[in-house]
T-cell receptor
Framework: KAGVTQTPRYLIKTRGQQVTLSCSPI?????VSWYQQTPGQGLQFLFE???????NKGNFPGRFSGRQFSNSRSEMNVSTLELGDSALYLC?????????????FGPGTRLLVL | EDKVVQSPLSLVVHEGDTVTLNCSYE??????LLWYKQEKKAPTFLFML????IEKKSGRLSSILDKKELFSILNITATQTGDSAIYLC?????????FGAGTRLTVKP
């Protein structure tokens, strides 16, 4: 099976712009979660989608939004970028089995805001 | 406020040693606790724990959860240099997910 893919892998934007990141989960996985990782704040949870519905949401401002399509692919959007949005954005797809949940992370999109 | 605290923050051991990493949590409406290993790339999922006292095991790694005392431990036996990484735990309350700062483990040959 192909792993979780994220595009683009690297991105440079300027303050005030907006950005859309894409995540394709492993085939058959219906849950996609997004995370932000920075040296200062560590790993933080953004949101989780399951079957096109946002199921959980972390403590991020409304500038951060996401969606999931019927094929389980997900996008996250950050509007009005700020310097502090520079980070590694990770997505993970997951499935549930008898032993619980298993997650697989994509390689991440590294965003630099200038 | 929900929080997750990992200890120690860093640890240096020699190959063959056994290590125990700690994760304590205070979250509202706790659902599960997860462990990850992160090297120089994206995290790798290790375990998800929901029930107290049931050990999850994968090779030399094992983990257990204590919901009464609000902590979890990750054990690594017979450590190898390839175990060098940052180990992260995360607690899931109702609709969020809180990560600890991680334990940086260095295994020397």
């Amino acid at each position: 099976k192909a792993g979780v893919t994220q595009t683009p892998r690297y991105l440079i934007k300027t303050r005030g712009q907006q950005v859309t990141l894409s995540c394709s989960p492993i085939s058959g996985h219906r849950s996609v979660s997004w995370y932000q990782q920075t040296p200062g704040q560590g790993l933080q949870f953004l949101f989780e989608y399951f079957s096109e519905t946002q199921r959980n949401k972390g403590n991020f401002p409304g500038r951060f939004s996401g969606r999931q399509f019927s094929n389980s692919r997900s996008e996250m959007n950050v509007s009005t970028l700020e310097l502090g949005d520079s980070a590694l954005y990770l997505c993970a797809s997951s499935f549930w089995s008898g032993v619980g949940e298993t997650q697989y992370f994509g390689p991440g999109t590294r965003l630099l805001v200038l | 406020e929900d929080k997750v605290v990992q200890s120690p923050l860093s640890l240096v051991v020699h190959e063959g040693d056994t290590v125990t990493l700690n994760c304590s949590y205070e979250v509202t409406n706790f659902r599960s606790l997860l462990w990850y290993k992160q090297e120089k790339k994206a995290p790798t999922f290790l375990f998800m724990l929901t029930s107290s006292g049931i050990e999850k095991k994968s090779g030399r790694l094992s983990s257990i959860l204590d919901k009464k005392e609000l902590f979890s431990i990750l054990n690594i036996t017979a450590t190898q240099t390839g175990d060098s990484a940052i180990y992260l735990c995360a607690a899931r309350p109702d609709s969020d997910m809180r990560f600890g700062a991680g334990t940086r483990l260095t295994v020397k040959p």
